[in-house]
């Protein structure tokens, strides 16, 4: 079975003129890609983006990084490094950048793992921890930062609003649920949450991500349209 990578390719306005064109980018990491044995998953086009410009100001940059976080390709192939970027600065800030999520980049000219060398050098092995420590601060400081702001709604309006709730987008299901939640006028036990997930996967009924209902989603959709 063959390794997933994404190709990221970058044209600046210039590019097609300088012999740097999509097409030419593509080929050239097909070439290696079919060589060195990996399959690309998924192609990511940065077209009308300057060399200079660092990862904030790279749409498909950022798509693909959020991309590999998810569903777990850890490798991209460019060209070369100059379709990272022109200046130096940017490559080695982009470089680091990934190399501190954990992902592979490899330049399909040359065939060289770049990230495997930035690790080799302790230096630039240093300034990828840095990131990395900085990244995870970041991360900590924004989930916090949202537990609060959630905390605050919660005590606000009785109920914590993540996504929108089924209160929202489905009120008749949630009506549903109460009914059968409610304790049977002939005196017979109430059902459980797992005993209406199952009623309701009998039915087809599907949760918002299209998944089957389980006690626990219901206990959880309770919850959150309490007076709601």
Known sequence: MKAKA??????SGKGQLE???LDRQQETIEGYAKKAGYE????FREEGVSGTSDEGDRPAFQAMVAAILKDGVRTVIVEGLDRL???YRIQETLMIYLASKEINLIVAR?????????QADPMRKALVQIQGIFSELEKSLLVKKLRNAREK???????????KGYNEVNPDLVKEIRKLRRTPKDGTRRKTNKEIAAILNDRGEKTRKRKEFTG????SILCRCKGG
């Open 40 to 43: 690309i998953a998924e192609w």
């Open 110 to 118: 040359t065939e060289e793992n770049v990230t495997e060398a930035v």
């Open 153 to 163: 709604v919660k005590l606000e309006k009785g109920k914590c609003e993540g996504a």
């Open 19 to 21: 012999g740097h064109g």
């Open 85 to 87: 970027a022109r200046e």
């Open 6 to 11: 994404y190709g990221y390719l970058r044209v």
């Open 216 to 219: 626990q989603i219901i206990a």
